[in-house]
T-cell receptor
Framework: SQQGEEDPQALSIQEGENATMNCSYK?????LQWYRQNSGRGLVHLIL?????REKHSGRLRVTLDTSKKSSSLLITASRAADTASYFC?????????????FGGGTRVLVKP | DTEVTQTPKHLVMGMTNKKSLKCEQH?????MYWYKQKAKKPPELMFV???????INESVPSRFSPECPNSSLLNLHLHALQPEDSALYLC???????????????FGPGTRLTVL
């Protein structure tokens, strides 16, 4: 079952603009991860943020985590057409058995050239 | 080699057929996963293997039968599937330490399965 929701479900922006998407979750987590999926392909890991971290950067990506609000955001700066993809947050829940990821519903991002 | 490979890329099968999906990784990962993904939906976990032993089965119907012959290979045997089982089947792997540290997962490109 899905851990939470992503907002917005779809996003259309011009190349060069920033894209922001949000993820909410319901239970205490060990960490939260963001993945990208190009149409009909496998997922690619983007960034992992642990429950004791508040912000993390990787290249043009910035992720924040607010455990008090059970929410995270992913910011892609200076977007490119190649950033067109679906973006999923995924949580590893505290106390969960094994190495189990639970995915949010995803945000479909379209970057127009 | 940081790649997870899956074969076949596409598979069409009838409801009475038996087929297998294959997944391979050479990153030394000791956790391997099967996910099912329907169009415009997130991946749904089916099975987790840890150290070649089945550690999680998400109440998957018995017409799906996983197998982990060794630490590099993961199979999913399919038998008597239903049309609603048509989906993208994704394999993934990750590191796994003794504390079950929760690491990133590496995904294969998937097998697009169509059940007629």
């Amino acid at each position: 079952s899905q851990q939470g929701e992503e907002d917005p479900q779809a996003l259309s922006i011009q190349e060069g603009e920033n894209a922001t998407m949000n993820c909410s979750y319901k239970t205490s987590i060990n960490n939260l991860q963001w993945y990208r999926q190009n149409s009909g392909r496998g997922l690619v890991h983007l960034i992992l943020i642990r429950s004791n971290e508040r912000e993390k950067h990787s290249g043009r990506l910035r992720v924040t985590l607010d455990t008090s609000k059970k929410s995270s955001s992913l910011l892609i700066t200076a977007s490119r057409a190649a950033d067109t993809a679906s973006y999923f947050c995924a949580t590893v829940n505290r106390g969960a058995a094994g190495n189990k990821l639970t995915f949010g519903g995803g945000t479909r991002v379209l970057v127009k050239p | 080699d940081t790649e997870v490979t899956q074969t076949p890329k596409h598979l069409v099968m009838g409801m009475t057929n038996k087929k297998s999906l294959k997944c391979e990784q050479h990153m030394g990962h000791r956790a391997m996963y099967w996910y099912k993904q329907k169009a415009k939906k997130p991946p749904e976990l089916m099975f987790v293997y840890s150290y070649e032993k089945l550690s999680i089965n998400e109440s998957v119907p018995s017409r799906f039968s996983p197998e982990c012959p060794n630490s590099s290979l993961l199979n999913l045997h399919l038998h008597a599937l239903q049309p609603e089982d048509s989906a993208l089947y994704l394999c993934a792997s990750s590191q796994l330490d003794l504390g079950f540290s929760y690491n990133e997962q590496f995904f294969g490109p998937g097998t697009r399965l169509t059940v007629l």
